[in-house]
């Protein structure tokens, strides 16, 4: 008994000083495994005599399963402690405040297209889009601006380059967006009412013109869609996007693509500097219009006898400038962050649907 009780102290001292579950693990294997110690003891049982065996059988047996008892008590807490080294190492401070993050901010030409597809949008317009790039057929020829037409001349055109040998007349970045009228024309037929906001390209530049800016097209086509209509979708228009009743001036123009045609003033004050749009005796420049010519109802498909309408593209950059006090349009185009932080909007601003 005496060498049971030696192995008992021996198992249970290793046991209790095991300090992880691996070794745990060996001292199972080195005690009770195929070839453990006690294991070995207990096939020994067999070459005992039956007086022997009587005694030893039952002790050795209390042994294994004290040991085995030790075993899995031992692994439990090593288990437990583990768990609590865990928690204490992965202790996470949900007081601490949060990290400081930069915020970008929505560019002004970003604002203003959602204002003015906001404010459009509620009058019954929805949005058009057509590419960049465009054929000088939908830039061009489709909108009655023929190749000789010195309105090809005056856009400043960027072309897009042909292989040598390759005959064909070269794409153009669109000079305006009202390619896009053709393009819905032919898809949708009349009636119809969209506007269509995009990028445009001219080869210019100075305070004023840089050569990438951005128009938004209207186009309105029915059965009996006058220039009156016209007058009052603008000047509902403007009064909505700035606010406060805004008065505007049709003055006789031409566009090869509109007849009659007219350029449109809002009226304006430039009192102490600074333009102020809605009041006082002034008039600025901010968009072309007129009545669709029937050559470009045709161009797109639509029947001139039976439909006609109005067509306007306002610059979206001078809309910006003016609502927002924006000097100069070079600096909408430079990516400066000081710049874009000044006057750009947090992304929760809502478009401006107040009206005058
Ligand atoms: N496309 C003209 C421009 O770029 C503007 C315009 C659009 C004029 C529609 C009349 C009708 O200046």
Redesign the pocket.
Known sequence: MTAFDDLRHLWLDRIAQASDEASLEELRVAALGKKGEISLKMRELGQMSAEERQVAGPALNALKDEVNSALVAKKAALGDAALDERLKAEWLDVTLPARHRRQGSIHPVSQVTEEVTAIFADMGFAVAEGPQIETDFYNFDA?NIPGHHPARAE?DTFYTHRAEGDDRPPHVLR????PV?IRYMEANGAPCRIIAPGR?YRADYDQTHTPMFH?V???AIDKDISMANLKWVLEEFFSAFFGTSVKTRFRASH?P??EP?AEVDIQCSWEGGTVKVGEGNDWLEV????M?HPKVLQAGGIDPNEWQG?????GIDRLAMLKYGIPDLRAFFDSDLRWLRHYGFASLDMPNLHRG
């Open positions: 909108l856009m000079t305006h967006t009202s009228q445009v128009q097209e209207g186009l566009f693509f509109t045609s968009l072309g219009s007129g669709v109005f067509a306007f593209g306002i």
